[in-house]
């Protein structure tokens, strides 16, 4: 068996829906409704809509809709979303990996292109412990795939993005870590395309990932 491993790094920056809870589907069915509901093609918003906030997707495929109606159509989105979030899971792996990151003291974050209230549901909905810090599409000007949700995660944990690990599922979420200079750890669902982003691993879980602390940071080892 392999061992890959990973030193000198400070701090750990997690996308959530795909990357550390089980809510694709979900997701993905309340937009197939949406779709369906304003007469859209729900592949094409399928298609689109991955790693992105919501108010840019709506804005993308409602041309000309006043900042109203797309602040109504965030808050309809949002009240389903935060309802749904029963019976969420994680993704296998996941908890075990961010207790041992608390019990080490090691700095976390959650960087999601996601509303905070419904990112807050589904964390606890699928038990996972609390971040040091939650990025959310209400604390940036600009979303994936621009680098400020990773930059600004790595701000809030007091470290550099180069000495980040970032997991990611998304594309856009792909391209956003790299562009903000963090060593990317792919995160492999069935909504998965492919891509020219230069990722460290690419993992289905975090089942084969092992954390220890070191002089300089921390260490992550990969058994293949």
């Known amino acids: 068996m392999g061992v890959k491993e990973m030193l000198g790094f400070s701090g750990m920056l997690f996308d959530l829906d795909g990357t550390l809870v089980n809510s694709l589907e ?4 309340s937009w197939k409704n949406w779709a369906v509901s304003k007469g859209l093609c729900p592949q094409e918003v399928l298609g689109y809509l991955h790693g992105k906030p919501a108010q840019v997707t709506f804005r993308h495929f409602l041309t000309g809709a006043s900042d109203e109606e797309i602040l109504r159509e965030c808050k309809a989105l949002e009240d389903y979303e935060v309802a749904d979030a029963a019976g969420m899971t994680a993704v296998d792996g996941a908890i075990d990996l961010l207790n041992t990151l608390q019990r080490l003291a090691i700095p976390w974050a959650i960087v999601t292109s996601g509303l905070s209230r419904v990112a807050t549901a589904r964390i606890a909905a699928a ?3 609390r971040p040091n810090a939650l990025i959310t599409c209400e604390n940036v000007t600009l ?10 995660g790595a701000q809030r944990l007091n470290c550099s993005p180069a000495r980040c690990i970032a997991f990611e599922d998304s ?3 792909l391209a956003s870590a790299k562009a903000a200079e963090c060593t990317v750890i792919e995160l492999v669902t069935a909504q998965s395309v492919k891509h ?3 990722c460290y691993l690419s993992l289905k879980n975090y089942l ?3 954390i220890s602390t070191d002089g300089d940071g921390f260490r992550l080892n990969y058994r293949e």
């Open 196 to 198: 020219t982003i230069a």
């Open 143 to 152: 979303g994936k795939p621009h680098p400020q949700a990773f930059l600004l």
């Open 171 to 173: 594309l856009s979420g």
């Open 127 to 129: 038990g996972l412990p």
């Open 208 to 210: 084969p990932l092992e």
């Open 26 to 29: 979900k997701v993905e069915d």
